[in-house]
């Protein structure tokens, strides 16, 4: 299980019904909320048993202290309020109380604990070989120098809100500061992002038009989302890759390492940052290619946008690719709609490419 929103009814049934509420390795690839809302209630439930968690926070810098627990709950208190004000700056109605959980919830149930990786994952890390007949992961990012970066902001915003310096802390509720304080300066980022004009397929008449919308200049993703987990899943000859809202250079530089620049072709790829026009770069898709291209969550306006789209369908197929088959299952998307749009369909037909709301796909053996 890779993330989760938002534990709805369908996938609460998912786990219980298809896996007896048995999970065999939880990924959590960042800290944002639209990636680890729907975790903290999934590990709440006291029927559920996980062989295995990946997720990055700050478990390495004194986890095992005991602190003082009324400081620990003041400050706590202290950066949820920060958090929550002005209210409506997160992802849609999620309480950040919650969000705060999973932190909380994998110090404080030992079930759990034992089964959290406690060496930070990024690019380094060697290839995980899970058990049985699950193959294998190969992460593609972060990089170490992100996780740098991410624990040296969370050290001076530490130290600016509760005056002392985290290094002193024996707290062993610091896994809870990282995952609140990441958030902050997540808060802060988005606040000072200026939106720009939302490209829509309007006036583009033809294919080159449509294609000139991917040539748009790519910035890099927040911090949180740079230091977001991204792997390949290998097993049974099949290979998927998952990107969670990973950043596409640092994706690109670890496949061009570790591989070469041959293009690699993958079973299924989940695209990053729900396809946002910041993500997918060209240098990213000049080295991999599916069939099935999964964008997952999204907003209605720009996620997946039209820009990372145009760049996906533009590039020639491959020689083992009849068609390329988009998966979106955000409703109402307005890049989806007017793609399906009567007038825009021969996009689909000249582009080689294929819509779809299916979110789920099978393998063949
Ligand atoms: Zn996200």
């Known amino acids: 299980m890779v993330d989760c929103c938002s534990l709805t009814n369908e996938v609460s049934s ?3 019904e298809e896996l007896g509420n048995h ?3 939880l990924i959590i690839t960042h800290i944002d909320n639209d990636h680890l809302v729907g975790i903290a209630s999934l590990l709440e439930k006291k029927n559920i048993s996980i062989s295995k968690i990946y997720f990055n926070c700050a478990q390495q810098v004194g986890s095992n202290g005991h602190g003082d627990p009324k400081i620990d709950a003041c400050e706590i208190q202290r950066y949820s309020e920060v958090l929550n004000c002005p209210a409506g700056a997160f992802v849609g109605k999620i309480s950040i109380t919650k969000a705060a959980l999973v932190a909380q919830l994998l110090l404080k149930e030992e079930r759990h604990n034992r089964v959290w990786e406690k060496c930070y994952i990024s690019t380094e890390t060697s290839i995980i070989h899970l058990e049985k007949q699950w193959g294998k992961l190969i992460f593609l990012s972060p990089t170490q120098d992100i996780l740098r970066e991410q624990e ?3 050290y001076r915003e530490y ?6 310096n985290i290094r002193e802390c024996s707290s062993k509720n610091v896994p809870v500061f990282f995952e609140l304080i990441s958030r902050l300066s997540e808060k802060k980022h988005k606040n000072g ?3 720009g004009k939302i490209s829509s397929l309007n006036g583009y008449k033809t ?3 449509f294609e000139q919308l991917g040539e748009t200049k790519i910035d890099s993703l927040s911090l949180s989302n740079r230091a ?3 792997f390949e899943w290998i097993g049974n000859k099949k290979r998927i890759l998952v990107l969670g809202d990973a950043d596409s250079e640092i994706v690109a530089d670890s496949i061009l390492q570790k591989y070469g620049d041959a293009l690699r072709m993958y079973e299924l790829i989940k695209v990053s940052h729900h396809g946002s026009k910041h993500s997918t770069s060209k240098r990213l898709l000049e080295l991999v290619d599916s069939e099935h291209y999964f964008f997952t969550g999204g907003n209605k306006k ?3 946008s039209v820009e990372t789209i145009s760049r996906i369908v533009s590039r020639p197929l491959s020689k083992s690719l009849k068609q390329r088959v988009l998966h979106c299952t955000m409703k109402n998307n307005s890049v989806i709609n007017e793609l399906q749009k009567e007038n825009n369909l021969f996009l689909q037909a000249d582009l080689h490419f294929s819509l779809s709301n299916e979110n789920f796909h099978d393998f063949e053996d």
């Open 23 to 25: 999970i065999d390795v």
């Open 152 to 154: 040296d902001v969370f």
């Open 193 to 195: 992002d200026v939106k």
């Open 302 to 304: 720009d996620r997946p």
């Open 228 to 230: 977001s987990l991204a």
């Open 159 to 164: 130290y600016r809100v509760c005056k002392r």
């Open 14 to 16: 998912y786990i219980c």
């Open 207 to 209: 294919v080159t038009q």
